[in-house]
């Protein structure tokens, strides 16, 4: 037995129900070799191997994020001239994009991110931004990245008039004379003006992917799951193709396929599973439906005092189902973006009519809901009896609950239903869905163990019965999430056999009040029996 590390003095929490603590791990070949007393371990101990004292610290599994948008992450880090993130009146709207035009006004186009017209007294228009700049092209994500906001500049660009139909699955805001506000929804109509913006050269891109994979490393995170938006989505396999051959991808990334693409990967012979350890294919990802704060999410009854308001259903159940269908025979499962109690009872009706995979079919992953923002009561049991992994966001929960009370009423009891989906044998997969939320998986914890935002409101929690236990959401960050990409015999838990992927935090989140764990640092992140980052405390 080849024994490369042995960390020790450490409170393991190993997330394996036959030996849930421990105190050292024995590492080898990028496998953990065995867990459990220093005394026993350090007998497997060779003359070169490596000792870590983790001087009493809390140890888990390397965490995994199973729902992330890596690539507009690592675009929003660098390519954000406009931070329109918590700004609360269109004065302050107009200040920073003057700001911004007066600084790159010679750039062929300005992005910005993160408004939330939620309280403004001034909506979105197409004036209020040619006032600004008329001449070069804007275009603004909504925090949600459902919605975009540009100015003329850009639709002359993109060819958009007011007698331009909306796509299938989009729509072109409009005012009461039909004529276009500059707000598009959803990546149909989206696409029509994006697919006009250059894009950055692959060098530039590959440095920003290793910086952002450097920082994910320090808060932790050991895997992504990739989920797929559409036009990035080859540009993206292949800067991730490219660390991993030069050895440089400290990530392991399970990457879906986004549903325009599933033609193309199979005539390459692109199936589940397929890449390495590093980085693999997994399931394909669809959209049921839009988000939220753009009200664009599929309800079974209308939003909060907009009796005409259901949202939008982004592809049709048929639609759906052909596609499902087509992704079976090519030995893939799909992963579903459903925001709406509609949506996610949709999904579910077509997830249930595609027949399992074959025994054979050993890559076979599970079909995965993303979001499950709200369920009907009814449904909740129809996840785990079909075998749905719910791929959810905790970290949500801090900047939506005052918005799921004001559009959803009292159906927001029903949002973010983590205790319920686990009541009821859901295997939940915990992610952060950045760079639509924080990237730090502590919030993510925090929020799911405390439902409060970042002020600690509300008090006692936001629907406290739906709280879960510190274990239950680490569970969610590691097995939960492994499940959901079916490598759970290789990861979510730190257990002989496994990747010797873990982390060494700076304080006990199981000991400690739950108002802290926001302030938990990562002193070590260990990946492959490798330290890829170390605290310089």
Request: proline residues 5%; contains cysteine; negative net charge.
């Amino acid at each position: 037995m080849n024994v490369d590390m042995i960390l020790w003095n450490g409170q393991i929490f190993t997330v394996d129900p036959s030996l849930p603590w421990a105190e050292a791990i024995a590492c080898g070949n990028g496998r953990i070799m065995a867990v459990g007393k220093f005394e026993e371990l350090k007998m497997l101990a060779g003359p070169d191997t490596k000792f870590i004292n983790a001087n009493g610290r809390l140890v888990l599994p390397g965490l995994i994020d199973a729902h992330i948008h890596f690539l507009w992450y690592v675009l929003r880090q660098h390519n954000n001239q406009i931070d329109l993130y918590e700004v609360s009146d269109v004065d302050e709207i107009r200040q920073r994009i003057g700001q911004a035009v007066q600084h790159y006004g010679k750039q062929q186009w300005l992005h910005g991110w993160g408004w939330d017209e939620t309280h403004w007294k001034e909506k979105p228009s197409l004036n209020l931004l040619d006032d600004i700049s008329p001449h070069t092209p804007l275009i603004l994500h909504r925090a949600d990245l459902h919605t975009v906001w540009v100015n003329t500049a850009a639709l002359k660009i993109a060819g958009i008039t007011n007698d331009t139909p909306d796509p299938d699955g989009g729509r072109f805001g409009r005012d009461k004379m039909g004529r276009l506000t500059g707000v598009l929804h959803e990546w149909a109509a989206i696409e029509k003006v994006e697919q006009h913006i250059p894009g950055y050269d692959a060098q530039t891109l590959q440095d920003w992917l290793k910086d952002a994979i450097a920082n994910a490393n320090k808060l932790g995170l050991t895997s992504i799951h990739d989920i797929r938006l559409q036009r990035e989505g080859p540009q993206s396999l292949r800067l991730f193709n490219d660390l991993n051959q030069q050895g440089e991808l400290n990530l392991r990334t399970h990457m879906n396929v986004a549903a325009e693409f599933l033609k193309e990967a199979v005539e390459l012979g692109i199936s589940p599973g397929f890449g390495d350890e590093r980085l693999w294919i997994g399931q394909v990802k669809v959209f049921a439906d839009g988000s939220m704060g753009g009200k664009t999410a599929h309800m079974l009854e209308s939003f909060e005092n907009e009796s005409d308001k259901f949202g939008i259903p982004v592809t049709s159940p048929e639609s759906m189902l052909e596609l499902g269908m087509i992704a079976r025979r090519a030995g893939f499962s799909l992963s579903v973006h459903a925001i709406g109690d509609r949506a996610v009872r949709t999904v579910i009706d077509v997830l249930n009519e595609i027949p399992p995979h074959e025994a054979s079919n050993v890559a076979a992953l599970p079909h995965r809901i993303e979001h499950v923002q709200l369920i009907h009561p009814d449904d909740l049991p129809r996840l785990s009896q079909n075998n749905i992994i719910a791929s959810v966001q905790p970290v949500h929960i801090m900047s939506d609950w005052k918005t799921a009370d004001r559009v959803w009423g009292s159906r927001a009891r029903h949002a973010y239903a983590f205790r319920s989906m686990l009541n009821h044998h859901t295997v939940l997969a915990f992610g952060s869905d950045a760079p639509f939320a924080a990237l730090n998986p502590m919030l993510g914890i925090y929020a799911a163990v405390t439902r409060c935002d970042d002020r600690r409101e509300p008090e006692g929690g936001w629907v406290p019965e739906e709280k879960l236990s510190v274990e239950e959401t680490i569970h969610g960050y590691t097995m939960g999430a492994a499940c959901a990409s079916g490598k759970q015999s290789l990861q979510g838990s730190i257990s002989p056999g496994k990747w010797a992927d873990f982390i060494v935090l700076d304080r006990n989140i199981f000991e400690i009040d739950p108002m802290e764990i926001p302030e938990t640092k990562v002193l070590m992140t260990v990946l492959d029996g490798q330290v890829v980052f170390e605290s310089a405390v």
